[in-house]
Every structure is written in C-alpha cells, then in structure tokens.
C-alpha cells in the first residue's frame, strides 16, 4: 500500500471488482487469483473466455488463469521490476503511451524514461527469462488497450523490494493513461476479509483511522478533542514485523493482540516464538486457542463474525454490513465488548451501546467514511471515499486527479533478491496459499468438506526437480533453509517451475514459516515470503 | 430518434435493442412468465420450454427468455393456450424422474414444486417406474446428487461454465441417455471441480445438494441472515440460514461484488463457528510457567487491565503494543487502536496486512 500512496497519494485498490468483467485488458501479477481470490477470478475468466477480452498473466507457477490468457509470461523470482521496466521501455520507444495524460497527470516521466531506457527486451531477458518476443507482445497488447486493468496480490509486495513493484507496476499503469477510467486501475486484491478495513480504522502505527498521521499535530489535537483525552502520542509506532525482534531487545514488553497468529504467520516464527516467550505480558483475544494463544498469559475467547454486528470493508473500499446470526458461542464476547471492558477497567469509560453507536463514532472522525451510516448500508455496500450522506460512494479513485494532485513516475531499478540460491541451498522457495484452506487454518481446518480437499501440506515441485533428486510424488521430503527445516509429502506438479518449490503456510505441523526469510521491504515492512533459498532431500 | 416499443399484455412498452422478451418483461413488473432454465447472466438456451409466450403472428408459441424483442411485437404472457402447453411441459418435466416432496430436502424452495402447485399438475399418469435406478453421489462431504430428481434444465451446466467459468461439469452422452457428467462421467470427488457449490445455489430442484444442510430441517423453519463472509478481501455477501440457533448452510446473496457466487470456503467454510474447539471460557496463566486455567471473565480482565497499567507504570507506554486484526470488524478494530493510543498512550498498533 505504501507503493500505491507515493505514486497516487493513496493506498487502495483504484477500480472494483465489476469493472473486471468490461475492460479491454487485465494484466494479473504476483496474483494465483483462482486459489486466493476465486470469486474475482470468475470475473476475470468471464471476460476473458466470455467475452474475449485480452488476459496477460504474469507468474513463474504454471497457476488456473494461465489456461485462461491470451499471454503467460513465466519470469524468474523476484525480477518483476525487470521485467514491467522493460515492457515500458518498448512502450516509450514504439510510442504506444499516453502522451496527453503523462504531460497533463503526471510527474517525473523524464527520469523514467531515463532508467527504463536500459532494460531493452534482449536486456531483460537475462535477467527475467522471459523471451524477449513474448516481453514485447505483452507490452503492445497492454499499451494498445483502450482500457487495461492491472490486477496484482502478495507475489508483488511479499519481497524486499515489494514497495518499489508495486510503484513499478503504478508507472506502467500511469504511462498508459490507465488510471483514473473506469476499467482501468492497478488493483492489489487483499487477502482477508477485513484487512482493508483494519487499515481504514487506523490498525497501522502512523496514521489514525482514514489515514489521517499521527505525525501533524492537527490530526492529534482532533482526536484528542474527540476522544477527551490530554494528548495523543506523536511519534511513528512500530510494525508487527518490527515489533516481534524488538522484544528480545527490551523495546517492548507487553502485547495485546487481537485475532492474529504470528506464531504461524510470521516470518521466521521459530524465532517470533521465542520473542514471544519473553514478554512480560502477552494477551491473546481469539476464537481458538492458537499457536500464539497457548503462548500467552491470558486468552480472551472472542465471539466469531457470525454472532455480533459490526462492518467489513471489502478490497474494492466497500463496506458492508455483518449481521449477528447466532448466539456467542459458550462464554464468548464480541472483540469490541472485551476491549470497552478492558478500557473501562484502566479508568477510560467506553460505553457504547452497540456497534453502530461505534461507528456514528467513527464517522465522525474518519472523512473517507463520513457519508456511511448503518442506515443507508441496509440496501447494500458503499464505497469510499463517501464524504457525505448524499454522496453514492467511489467506484473508481483518480478519476480527473489524483488524491496527491499529480501522479508521480518512480524510476527504480532491478535488485535481486535478499537471498539467491547457491551451492548449498539451490532452489528458490516461494509460499502461498490454496484454494481450500485459509491463512494459519485456524478456520478452514476445521470445516470437514475443506480439510477433504486439501488435508496436508504438500511441497509442490517439477518434474525436472523430481528427477533430478529422485522423488515421487508422496515421497516424504525434507525441506532446509538457514532458519528452519520441516518435513512435508511431495506433489510432483506441472505448475510449478524447475528450480522452485512452492510450499503452502496453512499447516502448522509443517509451518511454512519457520522457512521463509525475515528480511524485510524497508518501507512497508512486508517480509519477503515469496522468495528464498532452499534445499530438500528424501527423508 | 424514437425508442423501440412492443405491445406487452395490452400495454406498450420500450424496450432496448437485443433484450429478451423475458427481460422486457420483467423490466416492466410482468414476473409471472414461469421459468426452469433460465439462469441469469448465462447463455439462454430456452430448453425447457416453460416461459412459452404468445406472439401475435408467430406461427408457434415463443420461449421469452430466449426470442429477442422486436419493435411491434404483440405478446400474451398468460392465454388458455400458453397455460395447456405449459402444463403439458410440467408434466413431462415430473415424469422424468421421482419427485417426491415428502422426504425431497427442496421441499419448500423447489420451483417445480412452486410451479406443479401454480398449475395444479398432480404426479404424472405416465411416469417411469417405480423400480427405476438413479445415479446418486455422496462420496464427498459437501455437495450430494440425486439424478432422481434431476430435470436436464442446464443450469449447473451453466452456472459453472459461465458464472463461474469453472469448467469442471457438461452435459454428456446423448439423447434420453443424456446426464450432467463432471470429467468423462466421474464423481465431483475425482473431477475437476472446485466445490464451489454455483451448481448447488443453481439448481431448481433437489438434485444438488449442500450435504451438511441435509435432513437439518425445512426451508421454512430457517430464517436467513444476510451478512459479509469471513474468508478473503473480497467481500463476497452471503446469506447464513440459520435453524434454531444453528447455520445450516450459506448461500451467495445476489448483491454487490460477488452477484451470488460463493468459493467453497464461504460456501462450505462454515463450520469453525460451531466447532467445538471454540473458546468457551477466558484461559489465565496464573503464574509463569504454569499451566493456562479457565478463569471468569471478571479474572481475566481485571487480571489483563491491572498487568498492562503495571507494565506502563514500570516501562512506560512505549514499550506496549496492540494488534488490531485483519479479521474484526472496523468498530473492533477502530476501538484497538483507540484504546492504544488515547489509554495507553502507544502507537505501536498493526495488523497483519503485510502477511
């Protein structure tokens, strides 16, 4: 999101998941959408096999749209800003871009130009191992679209350089007049239900809901004023990813977390473990006992989204309504019922009524919201920015400027991944999830039909790879990276590309995690899960 | 220029280019054209030949959802003759299997049953006999198909095909020996569907079925909750039916952004809520090291408020952080960070959206 807030001022998927359906081009990148997103994916596949619209996939897995594409470009990991920069540079040099929209919407193209120039097709082939033909096919159809979408997920941000893709991806959006019309956009696809809406509401350490920083003193002394508080801290917090190694160091003593699950989820989690262990205070609010509850000092049982109210906000900024179905299951209580109870009992009273008496709240205090009530979303989702009640909700973002007043070209180079394979360590890994389990599992594991689907974490490897170490699919096999080992069943798969296994992060006995590797984008502190090196043997 | 106009059941109506009879029907409040295969967003195939319409100087009944609207068209949707040839389909229809309301897990919701109940078609006179075998799958846990009840309407086919465009059923050999096969005749089991159940939510009858909803009670004693699903960032509007404090099933709701289709996890997903290794009761270590015990919500919160204004006290606030989470609602998640920053005084607040 970082990426998306420099180049356009601001972080969001700019077009909906409806416009997918009539544009003229989707380019998807870094996104297995048929596994993680199935139902935009649907939309996808209906423009593309229904309604014969161009779908350019971008993927080293061999993943379900690529039977869907008129194009699939199979580059090496994490050579993505190779790649698109080399798209660009044909772009420039045959004249396919938007002249008119880049001088009257955009900044800073002088020095885009200056970088891409370099990354000839030929060029960029060596690096990516793309053939250059297909390098320049897939620039022309994207450049000759009236209307071209770019549809991109974890693949693109899960990497050192996950902020300087997405800006990548931005350029060539912006290059050819993309953004800002209906069909068009550069769409990250988020993958929890409410992750859009975590950071609306402010869940990040810089920004108070409605990304208003904490940093600008008026923002402070507005909530200050709404909260009835004194102050309000004024320094940048901590991320997730910063604060676990923090720990060990002493810069953080107590945590409160609130349904996550970083002993699975995290990279590197042996090492989140024993941070953890080390807290003075850990209180894990949840509706099982995870991996990360039975670490802490006190469990909060939480009621599920199906028995309290409340909103979601959705990848495309809708928000919808949750309505309560059940009872709380046993003694459990909403999230927003035990945090007014902890609250009350530090002396800050937190009374409300009910959810909607929270959100009136936040309403108030939050612009981009400001026009949604409980009221109007019984007909349906609105989207934001909704400034007031009359407002219908934004389908697409920049639509005659941008949120920052002009768009602004990064020029950024290739840089290899934190880690290469070598000797030692030969394959690449990469990790990700499957269409019938969900995150840590904590969920999808215990729904009956979805564990008949997919029971155990198989490591997905090539047929070239599975001669080459002698492996049959079903064979046990042990995975090594510099962190950790697990052991897992081989599926010998023809998506998967030789030289990089895939392994799945759903499965706590055979944590994907304890693999993958810590390093960190500088900016938006999105660990690198999808690319590292590994070795495996037959166990 | 004049916009096109046809003459609907006496009135006249406009219309747009290339709209179906059935579309401009119902554009203009007319929903009584019974139908069975139709299926929105799908490639009409006017198959079974339920929506006959009259057209004036048509020379045989026309079926609405697939005959496209002409300029001057005279149309009847209900006549003595429509209703006789539409009867006679209904027969046809029941005589093609074993539709047995009593113990049918559509009962209720079935529209052939709706529409046998609309035209008074008792069981048919010829139907085949009583010791005819149908295909019937339950080797999956989520989705059972009873051929007994199949009607050869298409629309699985179609909702998996076009909806979805998941291309995992067809409709294969030919004639009377035709059937809705997934991968040259296999179980869904060994096929390549995807579960995502558009062919269960498609069906008109009850030859598809959410296997966990079954003999769970009838459609009537549900009621249904419309809410937003708990899996990815799409959104995707789902209705709960719930019974006697059960879910029984989830259906997709036909709204914004997912237009009722579900994925097998919003679809058949559901299950961790009632699960029974839920939380039931706050869990406190009462000393380090020692083992976590049940505790009363009154423990445990006066337990978690006293460690954290101890540990601000002794450290100061910025050694405390908060997560928020990906998977609370914004009320929940605006109040976590609320707390943390106007009580506690941190900004050590995050969430998971980089994992």
């Given at each position: 999101?970082?990426?998306?807030?420099?180049?356009?001022?601001?972080?969001?998927?700019?077009?909906?998941?409806?416009?997918?359906?009539?544009?003229?081009?989707?380019?998807?990148?870094?996104?297995?959408?048929?596994?993680?997103?199935?139902?935009?994916?649907?939309r996808?596949?209906?423009a593309?096999?229904?309604?014969?619209?161009?779908?350019?996939?971008?993927?080293?897995?061999?993943?379900?749209?690529?039977?869907?594409?008129?194009?699939?470009?199979?580059?090496?990991?994490?050579?993505?800003?190779?790649?698109?920069?080399?798209?660009?540079q044909?772009?420039?040099?045959?004249?396919?871009?938007?002249?008119?929209?880049?001088?009257?919407?955009?900044?800073?193209?002088?020095?885009?130009?200056?970088?891409?120039?370099?990354?000839?097709?030929?060029?960029?082939?060596?690096i990516?191992?793309?053939?250059?033909?297909?390098?320049?096919?897939?620039?022309?159809?994207?450049?000759?679209?009236?209307?071209?979408?770019?549809?991109?997920?974890?693949?693109?941000?899960?990497?050192?350089?996950?902020?300087?893709?997405?800006?990548?991806?931005?350029?060539?959006?912006?290059?050819?007049?993309?953004v800002?019309?209906e069909?068009?956009?550069?769409?990250?696809?988020?993958?929890?239900?409410?992750?859009?809406?975590?950071?609306?509401?402010?869940?990040?350490?810089?920004?108070?809901?409605?990304?208003?920083?904490?940093?600008?003193?008026?923002?402070?002394?507005?909530?200050?004023?709404?909260?009835?508080?004194?102050?309000?801290?004024?320094?940048?917090?901590?991320?997730?990813?910063?604060?676990?190694?923090?720990?060990?160091?002493?810069?953080?003593?107590?945590?409160?977390?609130?349904?996550?699950?970083?002993?699975?989820?995290?990279?590197?989690?042996?090492?989140?473990?024993?941070?953890?262990?080390?807290?003075?205070?850990?209180?894990?609010?949840?509706?099982?006992?995870?991996?990360?509850?039975?670490?802490?000092?006190?469990?909060?049982p939480?009621?599920?989204?199906?028995?309290?109210?409340?909103?979601?906000?959705n990848?495309?900024?809708?928000?919808?309504?949750?309505?309560?179905?059940?009872?709380?299951?046993?003694?459990?209580?909403?999230?927003?019922?035990?945090?007014?109870?902890?609250?009350?009992?530090?002396?800050?009273?937190?009374?409300?009524?009910?959810?909607?008496?929270?959100?009136?709240?936040?309403?108030?205090?939050?612009?981009?919201?400001?026009?949604i009530?409980?009221?109007?979303?019984?007909?349906?989702?609105?989207?934001?920015?909704?400034p007031?009640?009359?407002?219908p909700?934004?389908?697409?973002?920049?639509?005659?400027?941008?949120?920052?007043?002009?768009?602004?070209?990064?020029?950024?180079?290739?840089?290899?991944?934190?880690?290469?394979?070598?000797?030692?360590?030969?394959?690449y890994?990469?990790?990700?999830?499957?269409?019938?389990?969900?995150?840590?599992?904590?969920?999808?594991?215990?729904?009956?039909?979805?564990?008949?689907?997919?029971?155990?974490?198989?490591?997905?490897l090539?047929?070239?790879?599975?001669?080459?170490?002698?492996?049959?699919?079903?064979?046990?096999?042990?995975?090594?990276?510099?962190?950790?080992?697990?052991?897992?069943?081989?599926?010998?798969?023809?998506?998967?590309?030789?030289?990089?296994?895939?392994?799945?992060?759903?499965?706590?006995?055979?944590?994907?995690?304890?693999?993958?590797?810590?390093?960190?984008?500088?900016?938006?502190?999105?660990?690198?899960?999808k690319?590292?090196?590994?070795?495996?043997?037959?166990? | 220029?004049?916009?096109a106009?046809?003459?609907?059941?006496?009135?006249?109506?406009?219309?747009?280019?290339?709209?179906?009879?059935?579309?401009?029907?119902?554009?203009?409040g007319?929903?009584?054209?019974?139908?069975?295969?139709?299926?929105?967003?799908?490639?009409?195939?006017?198959?079974?030949?339920?929506?006959?319409?009259?057209?004036?100087k048509?020379?045989?009944?026309?079926?609405?959802?697939?005959?496209?609207?002409?300029?001057?068209?005279?149309?009847?949707?209900?006549?003595?003759?429509?209703?006789?040839?539409?009867?006679?389909?209904?027969?046809?229809?029941?005589?093609?299997?074993?539709?047995?309301?009593?113990?049918?897990?559509?009962?209720?919701?079935?529209?052939?049953?709706?529409?046998?109940?609309?035209?008074?078609?008792?069981?048919?006179s010829?139907?085949?006999?009583?010791?005819?075998?149908?295909?019937?799958?339950?080797?999956?846990?989520?989705?059972?198909?009873d051929?007994?009840?199949?009607?050869?309407c298409?629309?699985?086919?179609r909702?998996?095909?076009?909806?979805?465009?998941?291309?995992?059923?067809?409709?294969?050999?030919?004639?009377s020996?035709?059937?809705?096969?997934?991968?040259?005749?296999?179980p869904?089991i060994?096929?390549?569907?995807?579960?995502?159940?558009?062919?269960?939510?498609?069906?008109?009858?009850?030859?598809?079925?959410?296997?966990?909803?079954?003999?769970?009670g009838?459609?009537?004693?549900?009621?249904?909750?419309r809410?937003?699903?708990?899996?990815?960032?799409?959104?995707?509007?789902?209705?709960?039916?719930?019974?006697?404090?059960h879910?029984?099933?989830?259906?997709?709701?036909?709204?914004?952004?997912?237009?009722?289709?579900?994925?097998?996890?919003?679809?058949?997903?559901?299950?961790?809520?009632?699960?029974?290794?839920?939380?039931?009761?706050?869990?406190?270590?009462?000393?380090?090291g020692?083992?976590?015990?049940?505790a009363?919500?009154?423990?445990?919160l006066?337990?978690?408020?006293?460690?954290?204004?101890?540990?601000?006290?002794?450290?100061?606030?910025?050694?405390?952080?908060?997560?928020?989470?990906?998977?609370?609602?914004?009320?929940?998640?605006?109040?976590?960070?609320?707390?943390?920053?106007?009580?506690?005084?941190?900004?050590?607040?995050?969430?998971?959206?980089?994992?």
């Open positions: 999101m970082a990426g998306l807030a420099a180049s356009f001022g601001s972080g969001a998927m700019t077009n909906s998941i409806g416009e997918l359906e009539n544009t003229d081009c989707i380019l998807v990148i870094g996104s297995n959408t048929n596994e993680n997103h199935p139902v935009i994916a649907a996808i596949k209906r593309a096999r229904l309604k014969n619209k161009d779908l350019i996939v971008i993927d080293p897995r061999k993943q379900d749209l690529v039977k869907f594409s008129r194009l699939w470009l199979r580059q090496v990991p994490g050579t993505d800003i190779a790649l698109v920069n080399a798209m660009m044909v772009i420039i040099a045959e004249k396919l871009y938007d002249e008119a929209y880049v001088t009257e919407r955009t900044e800073n193209f002088e020095a885009l130009k200056e970088t891409v120039a370099k990354y000839t097709p030929e060029y960029a082939e060596k990516t191992g793309v053939p250059a033909a297909q390098i320049i096919e897939a620039a022309r159809i994207y450049a000759k679209a009236k209307a071209g979408s770019i549809v991109y997920c974890m693949g693109i941000t899960q990497h050192t350089v996950g902020t300087d893709n997405v800006k990548t991806l931005a350029n060539l959006a912006m290059l050819c007049g993309n800002g019309i069909g068009g956009g550069v769409n990250p696809l988020r993958g929890q239900n409410n992750v859009q809406g975590a950071c609306d509401m402010g869940g990040l350490p810089n920004v108070f809901s409605g990304y208003q920083a904490v940093t600008d003193p008026a923002n402070r002394e507005k909530m200050a004023k709404a909260w009835g508080v004194e102050n309000l801290p004024d320094w940048v917090g901590m991320t997730m990813t910063d604060m676990l190694p923090a720990i060990s160091k002493g810069g953080i003593k107590a945590l409160y977390i609130m349904g996550e699950n970083p002993a699975l989820t995290d990279p590197d989690a042996d090492h989140a473990i024993k941070a953890m262990q080390q807290l003075e205070l850990l209180v894990v609010q949840d509706i099982f006992l995870t991996e990360t509850g039975k670490l802490a000092d006190v469990v909060l939480a009621s599920s989204f199906a028995e309290k109210d409340g909103t979601f906000s990848t495309e900024r809708r928000v919808s309504r949750v309505r309560q179905a059940i009872h709380p299951v046993g003694q459990s209580r909403p999230d927003w019922q035990i945090v007014c109870e902890i609250s009350n009992r530090l002396g800050y009273p937190m009374n409300y009524a009910n959810p909607e008496a929270i959100f009136e709240e936040i309403r108030l205090v939050t612009p981009s919201y400001a026009g009530s409980y009221k109007r979303l019984e007909s349906g989702g609105l989207q934001w920015p909704c007031n009640e009359e407002h909700g934004t389908v697409y973002l920049h639509k005659d400027w941008f949120a920052k007043g002009k768009g602004t070209f990064f020029a950024i180079d290739h840089k290899d991944p934190a880690e290469m394979p070598d000797a030692e360590y030969p394959l890994l990469t990790t990700g999830r499957l269409l019938y389990q969900y995150h840590s599992g904590t969920m999808s594991r215990r729904a009956v039909g979805l564990t008949e689907k997919a029971p155990e974490c198989l490591v997905e090539s047929p070239e790879d599975a001669a080459k170490y002698g492996v049959a699919s079903g064979d046990q096999l042990r995975v090594r990276t510099r962190r950790g080992q697990i052991t897992a069943k081989a599926h010998i798969s023809h998506k998967a590309v030789a030289g990089t296994i895939f392994i799945p992060f759903h499965f706590a006995e055979a944590s994907a995690n304890k693999l993958t590797n810590a390093a960190l984008d500088p900016v938006s502190k999105i660990p690198e899960y690319v590292c090196a590994v070795q495996i043997e037959k166990a | 220029m004049s916009k106009t046809l003459n609907l059941d006496g009135m006249t109506v406009e219309f747009q280019p290339g709209q179906t009879i059935l579309e401009v029907a119902r554009s203009h007319i929903f009584t054209i019974p139908t069975l295969c139709f299926l929105k967003d799908t490639t009409a195939t006017g198959s079974c030949r339920m929506c006959m319409v009259e057209v004036e048509a020379r045989t009944l026309l079926p609405a959802c697939a005959t496209v609207a002409a300029p001057g068209m005279a149309i009847k949707t209900e006549s003595p003759r429509i209703d006789v040839a539409r009867k006679m389909v209904l027969e046809l229809v029941l005589s093609s299997g074993n539709h047995n309301c009593l113990v049918c897990e559509a009962n209720g919701e079935c529209e052939l049953q709706a529409l046998a109940y609309r035209y008074q078609v008792p069981t048919p010829f139907a085949n006999p009583p010791d005819t075998k149908y295909y019937y799958e339950s080797d999956n846990s989520m989705i059972v198909r051929f007994s009840k199949c009607i050869m298409g629309r699985c086919v909702g998996c095909n076009e909806r979805q465009v998941n291309q995992a059923i067809s409709i294969g050999y030919r004639g020996h035709n059937k809705i096969v997934a991968k040259a005749d296999n869904y060994n096929s390549d569907c995807v579960f995502c159940g558009e062919c269960v939510q498609s069906c008109p009858v009850g030859a598809l079925l959410d296997k966990n909803s079954m003999h769970q009838r459609s009537w004693e549900r009621h249904q909750v809410t937003t699903c708990p899996y990815c960032g799409v959104g995707c509007q789902i209705d709960l039916h719930v019974k006697g404090g879910i029984v099933k989830a259906m997709g709701a036909h709204a914004l952004p997912n237009e009722g289709r579900l994925c097998v996890k919003g679809r058949f997903g559901m299950g961790f809520v009632q699960h029974p290794d839920r939380l039931k009761t706050p869990l406190l270590r009462k000393k380090k020692g083992e976590l015990e049940e009363t919500w009154d423990e445990a006066d337990f978690v408020a006293a460690r954290l204004k101890e540990v601000k006290e002794k450290h100061g606030p910025e050694k405390i952080g908060g997560w928020c989470s990906a998977r609370a609602t914004n009320e929940e998640d605006y109040l976590m960070q609320k707390l943390m920053r106007a009580v506690i005084g941190t900004n050590h607040v995050d969430h998971c959206a980089r994992l």
